[in-house]
């Protein structure tokens, strides 16, 4: 079966410690994304990546960082210097083209103690 | 800027219709889309509009009109299973990212 998977679905952490949350898809789509979601913010973009190799900050990138060393896989590092790392993340993929929607994982939620 | 703006919450009876509106400013525009979201899960995809017009799905239905910068979701029949948080994000000018409103938190009463 395609699809995304977000591992575990839920973490906790101590503050001041990094963690990385693991997105992996076998769709092969091209643009990945990490969100962030807290209650009545919506979606907030942290990073994307349109191909290997690359990727661009999103809206609230501070404290985070990502990678993409295969088209499957973005993970993304919530870091120590991340003022409120506690909230709901949610990774997507999509073709490439504008008329494809954004798939999404089941979410992690980050619970930092 | 940009902006979306979409109503906080809808309340709604089953078997009723109700319909959920979404305008937007942004920069550009290259598609507008609708998710589903129940609570403590992903998104779902509803719809897509480009173009001006009525898109149907079943019990779904989404609008668009561009030069007024709206559109609205349309739910018919509705099923308890239909209470849920509406996402409305347009894809703006760069094609690259979504642009998301702040959701429609629907609640469907026996």
């Known amino acids: 079966d395609g699809g995304i998977t977000q591992s575990p679905k839920y973490l906790f952490r101590k503050e001041g410690q990094n963690v990385t949350l693991s997105c992996e898809q076998n769709l092969n789509h091209d643009a990945m994304y990490w969100y962030r979601q807290d209650p009545g913010q919506g979606l907030r973009l942290i990073y994307y990546?349109?191909?290997?190799?690359?990727?661009q900050k999103g809206d609230i990138a501070e404290g985070y960082s990502v990678s993409r060393e295969k088209k499957e896989s973005f993970p993304l590092t919530v870091t120590s210097a991340q003022k409120n790392p506690t909230a709901f993340y949610l990774c997507?993929?999509?073709?490439?083209?504008?008329?494809?929607?954004?798939?999404f994982g089941p979410g992690t939620r980050l619970t930092v103690l | 800027g940009q902006n979306i703006d979409q109503p906080t919450e809808m309340t709604a009876t089953e078997g009723a219709i109700v319909q959920i509106n979404c305008t937007y400013q942004?920069?550009?525009?290259?598609?507008l889309f609708w998710y589903q979201q129940h609570a403590g899960e992903a998104p779902t995809f509803l719809s897509y509009?480009?173009l001006d017009g009525l898109e149907e799905k079943g019990r779904f239905s989404s609008f668009l009109s561009r030069s007024k910068g709206y559109s609205y979701l349309l739910l018919k029949e509705l099923q308890m299973k239909d209470s849920a948080s509406y996402l409305c994000a347009v894809r703006g000018g760069n094609n690259r990212k979504l642009i998301w409103g702040l959701g429609t938190s629907l609640a469907v009463n026996p």
């Open positions: 942004t920069s550009g525009f290259n598609g």
């Open positions: 997507a993929s999509t073709l490439a083209g504008g008329n494809n929607e954004q798939f």
């Open positions: 990546s349109q191909i290997v190799n690359d990727f």
């Open positions: 509009n480009v």
